[in-house]
């Protein structure tokens, strides 16, 4: 079947062509504009729109990378249907590696805005206005906040049947049964009746190779799987699921030494890493409280008493 043209931002995007759309947030004290580039590949023929997202915080510079491998593989270029790509969403945060908008505020919590509201909250009311109606499946990519390095995995509720489903096809080697958070992307996004993958895999501020490439396969299953794209999509293993899990947290202050692996099956009681004191006066061990899978872990190398260390799956 023949397509029609898809209008975006007020732009009409013709059949079987390529454009890249500045979508206009603020502008600086200087008065230099800032823009977040959107790239829209529209094929000749119908489907599906699919929305691939990253930087929604400004550190996460993993799933800039993923989304960046995409095009450059020109995964991003449909047979059918249209795949806009946003490879930087928090451009204000990208530009100094931080997660927050220049207002202190978490873009992620601010959804779906307000016309009035603080800039965050009239950039996600841009966005969930402007963008958000025309697309049908969305992936937004993420990494842990600061220290904490996440396995790849999907995250996604465990009501919603669709998005388990593509999880499963996505085939990360982890799903993690997420409730959404109040005003965040996903939330919004769900409740208007899109189906939406939540990516995590690495941590902030870095360009792991194994991320990127679990991102950018999973990727191309979905859009294998949904028809915009040719292929025969990737099945490795069944992925582990997770439906409910708990944060092991310091005992104590001091130096962090890890002794297991991210990803790893631990059994209880197993020892996850000690606590030091910088002073040679004392040595505390982590156990596992019970056995499981370890997903994330923080890794910064000084802890204080209270931090969450290793988030661990709970058996049913």
């Known amino acids: 079947?023949?397509?029609?043209?898809?209008?975006?931002?007020?732009?009409?995007?013709?059949?079987?062509?390529?454009?890249?759309?500045?979508?206009?947030?603020?502008?600086?004290?200087?008065?230099?504009?800032?823009?977040?580039?959107?790239?829209?590949?529209?094929?000749?023929?119908?489907?599906?729109?699919?929305?691939?997202?990253?930087?929604?915080?400004?550190?996460?510079?993993?799933?800039?990378?993923?989304?960046?491998?995409?095009?450059?593989?020109?995964?991003?270029?449909?047979?059918?249907?249209?795949?806009?790509?946003?490879?930087?969403?928090?451009?204000?945060?990208?530009?100094?590696?931080?997660?927050?908008?220049?207002?202190?505020?978490?873009?992620?919590?601010?959804?779906?805005?307000?016309?009035?509201?603080?800039?965050?909250?009239?950039?996600?009311?841009?966005?969930?206005?402007?963008?958000?109606?025309?697309?049908?499946?969305?992936?937004?990519?993420?990494?842990?906040?600061?220290?904490?390095?996440?396995?790849?995995q999907i995250r996604c509720n465990k009501?919603?049947?669709?998005?388990?489903?593509?999880?499963?096809?996505?085939?990360?080697?982890?799903?993690?049964h997420s409730n959404t958070i109040i005003k965040s992307l996903r939330e919004t996004l769900y409740k208007m009746g899109k189906t939406v993958l939540l990516f995590e895999g690495g941590k902030s501020k870095e360009l792991n190779p194994t991320i990127i490439n679990e991102g950018v396969n999973g990727t191309r299953n979905v859009l294998i799987h949904l028809g915009l794209i040719e292929g025969e999509i990737n099945v490795r293993e069944t992925p582990i699921y997770i439906k409910k899990a708990k944060w092991i947290r310091a005992s104590d202050s001091g130096m962090f030494k890890i002794s297991v692996s991210n990803g790893c099956f631990v059994e209880k009681k197993e020892v996850l890493g000690v606590i030091q004191d910088p002073f040679g006066d004392f040595t505390k061990k982590i156990y596992a409280p019970y056995k499981g899978f370890i997903f994330c872990i923080n890794k910064t190398p000084i802890v204080n008493k209270g931090d969450a260390l290793f988030h661990m799956s709970i058996s049913e």
Do not use: W
């Not at 979508?23 to 000749?44: F, G, S």
């Not at 990253?54 to 059918?80: C, F, Q, S, Y």
């Not at 009311?125 to 958000?132: G, M, P, T």
């Open 159 to 176: 009501d919603d049947k669709k998005g388990l489903e593509l999880a499963k096809v996505f085939n990360p080697p982890i799903i993690v």
């Open 1 to 152: 079947m023949s397509n029609k043209p898809f209008t975006l931002l007020g732009k009409v995007i013709p059949e079987g062509k390529r454009t890249v759309i500045d979508l206009k947030i603020a502008k600086l004290h200087t008065r230099t504009t800032v823009n977040v580039p959107v790239i829209i590949e529209h094929a000749k023929k119908s489907g599906p729109v699919v929305l691939l997202l990253a930087g929604i915080h400004g550190d996460e510079t993993n799933g800039v990378g993923i989304v960046r491998e995409i095009i450059n593989l020109e995964l991003n270029k449909p047979k059918i249907g249209t795949i806009i790509c946003i490879p930087v969403f928090n451009i204000f945060g990208y530009l100094v590696h931080t997660r927050e908008f220049p207002d202190g505020r978490d873009l992620n919590r601010m959804f779906p805005g307000t016309l009035n509201g603080s800039l965050a909250s009239q950039f996600a009311f841009q966005f969930s206005e402007k963008i958000a109606p025309y697309v049908d499946y969305v992936i937004d990519f993420h990494t842990g906040g600061g220290e904490r390095d996440n396995v790849a």
